[in-house]
């Protein structure tokens, strides 16, 4: 794990200690002693399988030669690209930055997409006024995309804020999981005191993009995933890692849990206040790592109110595959799979195994893969495949795209993906 410490002479500034840990279980850290050089730089990070050695390791940092740490080799305010052969030994790729504005960023490598994603903050005018919202950019084949706008704020974010007794809502940030053709977010919600204010908290909800390329959407209601407060050290603010690691059968999402809110050391002007900052020194408290875990593919999930029917898009067919599921089924509850293709022809499939059709299509169940011709699913899996009495093998009939019934009867029976 990389993170930051801010030592006992912090002066209530951005400036704070690139320290690296170890961990057997994920809980239980020891800090790894000199692995880090002195001064050095702590960017987001990813690992690159397609870059030469030197470049394995692939960083995104926030640098300002104007402001508080005044790295060496920065020359402009703005997002600069670092590569390391180890994780620990940083250069940037370039004397200037890659993206400008800014001061949070994130990165994650998308291995069936094959290529990195970048998410970075910058503040636009939106409705008259400056809001932070969220901006991406990809990395391929080594080089580095000009960046995107990709989530901004709107009126909803301030409703949601002031329903939590807060003013305005904007996005600090926004992690990601990448997830077989699409992309999970956790998106840091800043509520302020105050439009475009400094003074707030943070909370994370979930947003996710299918495709490369598509807008990001929001989990309905935009809830929160974690909220501020439910620790007593965490009562300002959380400020997640840039991505998720997996455990056996859990994912897992470190954080920052801060006990004052975002700007509590300053006053408006973003000035620091000494009495504040030697306040937090002397509780030698300025911020505690957390964790939150989940099993494996559950962030999202579909649930039978008592019954429903989930139809599954699987895109091109091309060869022997199985279909696994991802389930929780209460005592009494049961989950049945049925195979279907399409009767129209009507029909297009994008590059990514993506289904569309031009109406309402009618649709048929193979043979022999119908609903009672199903193995009842039953208990809790991550990596349940679905399967038919008697069928060892697979349909006759192959088509190029099919869909998948999952029927779910009982009370409270859970699919989740």
């Not at 200690?17 to 692995?35: H, I, K, L, M, P």
């Not at 503040?123 to 391929?140: C, H, I, M, N, Y």
């Not at 949601?160 to 940030?173: H, N, Q």
Request: aromatic share 12%.
């Amino acid at each position: 794990m990389w993170y930051s410490v801010f030592t006992s002479e912090w002066i209530g500034k951005d400036v704070a200690v690139a320290t690296y840990a170890e961990s057997d279980n994920g809980v239980d850290w020891r800090e790894a002693a000199g692995a880090m050089p002195p001064n050095n730089l702590l960017p987001a990070v990813m690992v690159d399988p397609t870059a030469p050695a030197s470049h394995r390791y692939r960083g995104v940092i926030y640098l300002d030669p104007r402001g508080e740490t005044k790295p060496s080799g920065s020359t402009h305010p703005g997002y600069y690209t670092l590569h390391s052969a180890d994780g620990l030994r940083w250069n940037p790729d370039a004397s200037v930055p890659t993206w400008g504005d800014g001061d949070a960023s994130s990165c994650a490598w998308h291995p069936w997409q094959n290529r990195g994603i970048v998410a970075y903050k910058r503040s636009p005018t939106v409705r008259r006024a400056a809001r932070r919202a969220v901006w991406t950019a990809e990395l391929k084949d080594g080089n580095y995309s000009q960046g995107i706008i990709a989530l901004v704020p709107d009126d909803y974010d301030d409703v949601c804020a002031g329903a939590r007794g807060f003013v305005a809502g904007d996005y600090y940030g926004l992690s990601m999981l990448p997830a077989t053709k699409g992309i999970v977010g956790f998106l840091q919600q800043f509520r302020m005191i105050a439009p475009c204010h400094v003074d707030g908290a943070t909370d994370v909800s979930l947003v996710y993009q299918d495709t490369p390329g598509d807008r990001w959407l929001h989990a309905p209601g935009r809830r929160d995933f974690l909220t501020h407060g439910v620790t007593e050290w965490s009562r300002g603010g959380i400020y997640p890692a840039p991505g998720v690691v997996e455990v056996g059968d859990e994912q897992r999402l470190y954080f920052t849990g801060a006990p004052e809110s975002h700007g509590w050391t300053h006053n408006d002007p973003w000035a620091v206040q000494n009495r504040w900052v030697q306040d937090l020194r002397d509780r030698r408290r300025v911020a505690c790592v957390g964790v939150a875990r989940w099993p494996k593919w559950r962030l999202f999930g579909y649930r039978a109110n008592p019954e429903g029917v989930l139809t599954i898009y699987l895109g091109r067919i091309t060869r022997p595959s199985e279909l696994v599921l991802n389930y929780e089924v209460p005592a009494g509850g049961k989950v049945r799979v049925q195979l279907e293709t399409p009767v129209e022809t009507n029909i297009f499939i994008d590059d990514f195994g993506g289904g569309h059709c031009g109406g309402k299509a009618s649709k048929k169940a193979l043979p022999g893969f119908a609903l009672d011709d199903s193995i009842i699913l039953e208990g809790s899996s991550l990596t349940g495949k679905a399967a038919w009495a008697w069928r060892h093998d697979h349909p006759s009939e192959r088509p190029a795209f099919a869909r998948v019934c999952a029927c779910f009867d009982g009370t409270g029976n859970a699919l989740g993906i």
